[in-house]
C-alpha cells in the first residue's frame, strides 16, 4: 500500500539532500532517492532546506485586534500601565470574540510555519467563557495544529474575581493542561500565598505551570527561590515553565550559575519573546548552563503589545538581531530555540526531523536557516502529520475558515 506523502529533495538541517516518507503521520524514512512510487503525493522541495515546525510556545490567543478595526493604544508604557488598559477596554467593550480570534492567530500560526502552540486564556475576568470558546477551537484545528492551553488569571492569581480554586479546577476540567499566573510579587502582592496556591493546585489536579514573570532583578530572583523551594515540596519536577523571567537578564556567571542548577534540578525552562524594551535572558547563558530555552511571539496586536503575526521565524530573527547574532551557527542557535528549544521546554514527545517523529515540517525555499531568519521568506510547505496545511503563503483546504 502507498505510503501518506513523499517529500521529496530537501535539505535537512544537518545539509544533507534526502526524501522525506512520511506514513500514519510520522517519517518512516530518511534517504536519497527514494523510489518515488513508494507514495500517491509528492511534494519537490527542490533542494530547499526542512526543518521540524515551529513551536510558538507563549501565545494569547483569545486577544487580538488583528482583522478588526484600529484600536488606540493609549497607556502607561509598563506590565500594570498595560493590565489597566486592558481593564478598562473590557469594562466598557465587554469581552472579545475570543473564538474568532483563536481561529485569526492558529490561522496566522500555521500559515507561517508553526506546527504547536501553547496558548494563555484568560479565566481571571469573566470565569472559563474564553477558555470555552478556545475549546472549540482547539477541536475545529485538531488535524492540523496541536495546541495546548494555560489557564491564566492574569491579573494574579489572588486578584481572580470568581474563587480561584474553583474556577481552575473547572478550567483544568474544561482543557486547560497548565496554571498561569503573572508575578508573585509585583502583581498578587502576597508572594507566598501566590507561589503556594498555584503549585498546589497544580499538584492537586496533575497539572503543569506557566507563569508569566516580569519581575526584575532581586524581585524576580525572590519570586524564582519561592518557587523552587514550592516545586520541590510538591515534586513538579519538570512541569513547571517560566515565561519572560527578564530577571536573569544580564546576569554574570556568578550568579547564573546556582539559578541554572536549580532550573536543571526541577526541569524548569523558560520561554522568551524576545523583548526589544527590556533585556530578557541569554540564549547562548543559557545554552552554557543547560538551561531549556524555547520562544513564543506572546501578544499579536492587541492591549499588551501591537507587534507579530504568530510568526515565529520573525521572531527568532528578532532573538538573533537583539543578541547581535552574525554567525551562521549564532542564527541557526536562535532558530532552534524556537523549534526544538520549544519542543523540549514544552516537553513534546516524538518531534524533530528523525525516522519515528511526527512528520510536522517547513520547508523554506532557501538553503539553510540561517537564510530563513535574513531572507524573510514565507514557507514553500508547511506540513502537519504528513498533510499539507500551507503552500507558498497560502493555507490549503485542511485548514479551517474563520467563522462569519
Ligand atoms: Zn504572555
Redesign the pocket.
Known amino acids: 500500500m502507498a505510503a501518506q506523502l513523499l517529500l521529496q529533495h530537501v535539505k535537512t538541517p544537518s545539509g544533507v539532500c534526502a526524501d522525506i516518507l512520511v506514513d500514519a503521520g510520522r517519517i518512516v524514512r530518511i534517504a536519497p532517492d527514494l523510489p518515488p512510487s513508494l507514495a500517491d503525493t509528492r511534494l519537490d522541495a527542490e533542494g530547499h532546506m526542512a526543518a521540524p515546525g515551529f513551536v510558538n510556545a507563549?501565545i494569547?490567543p483569545a486577544q487580538t485586534f488583528v482583522g478588526g478595526p484600529w484600536v488606540d493604544y493609549d497607556y502607561a508604557d509598563t506590565v500594570p500601565g498595560r493590565a489597566k488598559a486592558e481593564a478598562e477596554y473590557l469594562a466598557k467593550h465587554g469581552r472579545m470574540n475570543s473564538l474568532r480570534n483563536c481561529y485569526v492567530q492558529f490561522r496566522e500560526a500555521i500559515r507561517r510555519g508553526t506546527t504547536h502552540v501553547r496558548g494563555?486564556i484568560d479565566v481571571g475576568v469573566f470565569g472559563l467563557a474564553e477558555l470555552e470558546d478556545a475549546a472549540r477551537a482547539r477541536e475545529a484545528f485538531r488535524d492540523v495544529l496541536d495546541i495546548e492551553y494555560v489557564a491564566m488569571p492574569s491579573n494574579g492569581i489572588l486578584n481572580m474575581k470568581t474563587d480561584p480554586e474553583q474556577t481552575i479546577a473547572a478550567a483544568l476540567r474544561a482543557g486547560a493542561s497548565s496554571i498561569g499566573g503573572a508575578d508573585p510579587c509585583d502583581r498578587d502582592r502576597d508572594p507566598v500565598r501566590s507561589v503556594e496556591l498555584t503549585l498546589r493546585l497544580a499538584a492537586e489536579h496533575g497539572a503543569k505551570v506557566d507563569l508569566?514573570l516580569h519581575e526584575f532583578g532581586s524581585m524576580g530572583l525572590f519570586s524564582l527561590d519561592l518557587l523552587f523551594k514550592k516545586i520541590r515540596e510538591y515534586d513538579l519536577r519538570d512541569r513547571v515553565t517560566i515565561?519572560h523571567a527578564w530577571c536573569l537578564a544580564n546576569l554574570p556567571d556568578t550568579r547564573y550559575q546556582p539559578i541554572a542548577e536549580a532550573f536543571q534540578e526541577l526541569g524548569i525552562g523558560i520561554i522568551t519573546h524576545a523583548p526589544g524594551h527590556v533585556p530578557f535572558p541569554s540564549l547562548k547563558q543559557a545554552r552554557r548552563w543547560q538551561v531549556r530555552y524555547g520562544v513564543g511571539t506572546?501578544?499579536m496586536r492587541n492591549l499588551w503589545g501591537p507587534y507579530g503575526m504568530n510568526d515565529m521565524r520573525e521572531r527568532v530573527m528578532l532573538l538573533a538581531y537583539l543578541s547581535d547574532f552574525r554567525r551562521r551557527e549564532d542564527l541557526e542557535l536562535a532558530y532552534d530555540a524556537g523549534t526544538y528549544g520549544s519542543a523540549s521546554v514544552l516537553g513534546l514527545p516524538d518531534y524533530g526531523l528523525s525516522e519515528g517523529c511526527w512528520a510536522d515540517m517547513v520547508v523554506f525555499p532557501v538553503e539553510n536557516r540561517a537564510c530563513a531568519l535574513l531572507e524573510g521568506p514565507m514557507p514553500r510547505f508547511v506540513i502537519k502529520r504528513g498533510v499539507l496545511v500551507a503552500r507558498d503563503g497560502e493555507l490549503t483546504d485542511a485548514v479551517p475558515p474563520c467563522p462569519e
Do not use: E
Request: glycine letters at 0%.
Open positions: 507563549h494569547h494563555h508569566h515565561s506572546d501578544n
